[in-house]
Structure formats: C-alpha cells, structure tokens
C-alpha cells in the first residue's frame, strides 16, 4: 500500500512499488517515465531510500528550471576567467555531490552540448569544469526523470540515443492517475486529511457520487491537480 511517501493499492502500483524494490542494493542508473504530477520526485526518494547510499544525501535538481547559460557551470562548475562573470572558481553539483545521489529532473530538455557532459560522466565517471582541460572524478548515482517522448526527441535530434541507453540501464515507467483510478479516493482521504489538520478544518466525506465523479474524471495535471482541487475545497475561504 505505501513505499516511502508514495501511496497506492492499484496493480499499477503495486508494479512500480516491486520495481523499486528490486532497485535495493543496485546502484544502476535509473530513468523515470511519466506525465506531469504524476509523483516522479516522490519516486526518486523512495529509490534513495532503498539504496545502498541512503546514508549519504540525495540532491534534486529540475534542470529546466536552471537558465542554460549557467547549466554546465552549475552542474560541473567553472574555473576563474571562463566566461564573463567568472570572477572566481566554483564547484559544480558532480563535484561537490561525490559519493551521494543526484536526481535530475526534466532531464530531457538538457541542451546538446550538456548531454555531452553528462554522458562522459556516465561512461567514464569523469567531468570537465567549464573552461578547464582537467578531467576530475566523480562517483554519483543519476536517478533522471523526463515526461518527454524521448523516441520522439531522438528522431528529432533533440536528445542523443547514446546518452538515452546510459540513461535507461533501468526504466520505470510511472502510471498516470487515469491507470490507478482504485486510488483516487484513497490519495484525495489522505491529502484531505493532511489539509484539515493544517488549516484546523473539518475533514471532507466523500459520498458515493463524488467518489465516482473523481474516479471517472480525466486528471490530466494526475496526483497534482488532485491534490489541488483538495485543497481548493478543504482550505480557509480568503474572507476567513
């Protein structure tokens, strides 16, 4: 029913939670497949949880939240003079996260020229701060995660197919909220719960009519948009 924070009695589920659990103890890298809110992030965690390197940290990062010209420099860092503005030298994520796991997400909007760089260190566990020729070490595990078509982006010339298979040693594809209708009503009783004992609210019941209601709806934004439509209905109005 549960692995970690992700909650689930669906066979859909129950697939992703056995997927995980045969990810104990390996240190493969691992690729997340899935629409938007579906719970990628969620399922990066329980990963780390499981793994040999639970002990140590689990940075995320949302690459397509970093501004591209400073990408390459925040992940493998730079040296003093790289580029305009470089006043002084600075450690990338690879080099600083040593030892540890580093999930990245929207990993398929990375740029050409970054996935060079990531697939070297995949290959080789080696990295090259911007504006050095000094190849540097790295031991990190990459959990990644796209909701990109990634055959599409390859056709496309968007995304490198070698880079892709490094990717995908293991590929777990995260069902959509329309899959796992069995918990819709479970994941709305807990975020309700969750909700009323924030804001100090009555719980929401749900009768048989709108459960049914919230099973058949289509969810396009899945477990986030569920949730936010829990919270529209279960949090103070503005005027209180």
């Known amino acids: 029913l549960r ?23 390996s240190d493969s890298t691992v690729l997340l497949v899935g629409e938007s809110g579906t719970g990628k992030e969620l399922v990066s965690q329980a990963i780390f949880e499981h793994s040999d390197r639970s002990n140590k940290k689990l940075i995320s990062l949302n690459v397509a939240d970093i501004p591209v010209e400073l990408l390459e420099s925040e992940l493998f860092g730079h040296e003093k003079g790289a580029f305009t503005g ?69 056709s496309k010339g968007k995304f490198r197919e070698d880079l892709y298979y490094r990717l995908s040693t293991v590929e777990i594809n995260i069902p959509p909220l329309r899959r796992r209708k069995d918990d819709i009503v479970l994941l709305f009783r807990k975020f309700a719960s969750d909700f009323a004992k924030k804001y100090n609210m009555p719980t929401i019941r749900l009768d048989e009519k709108a459960q049914n209601l919230l099973k058949n709806y289509v969810w396009n934004g899945n477990i986030r948009q569920l949730k936010n439509i829990c919270l529209l209905y279960t949090s103070p109005s503005p005027r209180d």
């Open 86 to 154: 470089a006043t002084q030298s600075r450690n990338g994520y690879f080099e600083v996260a040593d030892g540890v796991t580093i999930f990245l997400d929207e990993v398929g909007e990375l740029p050409l020229s970054t996935q060079v760089r990531l697939l070297r260190i995949l290959e080789s566990g080696e990295f090259i701060r911007v504006g050095s020729s000094k190849a540097q070490k790295t031991d990190v595990r990459i959990v990644a995660a796209t909701n990109v078509n990634m055959n599409e982006a390859i």
């Open 3 to 25: 692995k970690g924070k992700i909650l689930g009695k669906s066979p859909a589920m129950q697939d992703l939670f056995n997927s995980i659990g045969k990810l104990s103890h």
